[in-house]
């Protein structure tokens, strides 16, 4: 079984940064691809951005540009760096893994989620 946490969450201004943190327990997912995926509240969940082992990155509309994802296969951990956010950032961010090595926008094809972390931008 795969454990993903979420950290890095809080409260941030118009224009701030923000990184998130997603550490993985269980068999390790240095081959497989990984992913966020926010949801604001009373919308349903959208992709944001996901990496495969090998590098290969995806991104949303929204985020290319902006965010950035990273892994450190080590640490069966990937990261969101967030810059120059905006109120229509505010959702509920979640960390997602696949099996298998390719990346995908399709969010069902995520066996293994975290739990969520809120992410706020006031403006």
């Known amino acids: 079984q795969v454990y993903l946490v979420e950290s890095g969450g809080g409260l941030v201004q118009d224009g701030g940064s923000l990184t998130l943190s997603c550490a993985a327990s269980?068999?390790?997912?240095?081959?497989?691809?990984m992913g966020w995926f926010r949801q604001a509240p009373g919308k349903e969940r959208h992709f944001v951005a996901t990496?495969?082992?090998?590098?290969?990155?995806l991104y949303s509309e929204s985020a290319e540009g902006r965010f950035t994802i990273s892994r450190d296969n080590a640490k069966n951990t990937i990261y969101l760096q967030m810059n120059n956010l905006k109120p229509e950032d505010t959702a509920d961010y979640y960390c997602?893994?696949?099996?298998?090595?390719?990346?995908?926008?399709?969010?069902?094809?995520?066996?293994?989620w975290g739990q969520g972390v809120r992410v706020t931008v006031s403006s």
């Open positions: 997602a893994a696949k099996i298998g090595m390719a990346a995908t926008m399709d969010r069902y094809a995520y066996e293994y």
């Open positions: 269980g068999p390790t997912l240095a081959r497989n691809a």
């Open positions: 990496r495969n082992w090998s590098g290969a990155t």
